[in-house]
């Protein structure tokens, strides 16, 4: 079992840069893919980007490849998001999300864990 705590949103204008960490309990955090979805006002939750245990397999969303990047640390069992370019239509709550597996999936169904979620505010 492991539990998700997502930090580092905030307000942002623009064009602007965020970076959102997702701190994870659990001496098997190594086991899980963690994945990054966001949830906008009267949206659905949408996928961003999933890592698997390693780190060395990664899948974005087309929406922010290139602008985002995801990354993981193990051995302090935390998952970094940074977020560049933001854009206005990017404002939403974040979450993170484990799975235990080797397998990234972008669909929010297949995950088993989630955090709190943090807000992300863009303005223009």
């Known amino acids: 079992q492991v539990q998700l705590v997502e930090s580092g949103g905030g307000l942002v204008q623009a064009g602007g840069s965020l970076r959102l960490s997702c701190a994870a309990s659990g001496r098997t955090f190594r086991d899980y893919t963690i994945g990054w979805f966001r949830q906008a006002p009267g949206k659905e939750r949408e996928f961003v980007v999933g890592?698997?245990?390693?780190?060395?397999?990664?899948y974005y969303a087309d929406s922010v490849k290139g602008r985002f990047t995801i990354s993981r640390d193990n051995a302090k069992n935390a998952v970094a998001l940074q977020m560049n370019s933001l854009k206005p239509e990017e404002t939403a709550v974040y979450f993170c999300a484990a799975r235990r597996t080797r397998t990234i999936v972008a669909d929010e169904s297949w995950y088993n864990y989630w955090g709190q979620g943090t807000q992300v505010t863009v303005s223009s």
């Open positions: 890592i698997d245990w390693s780190g060395g397999s990664t």
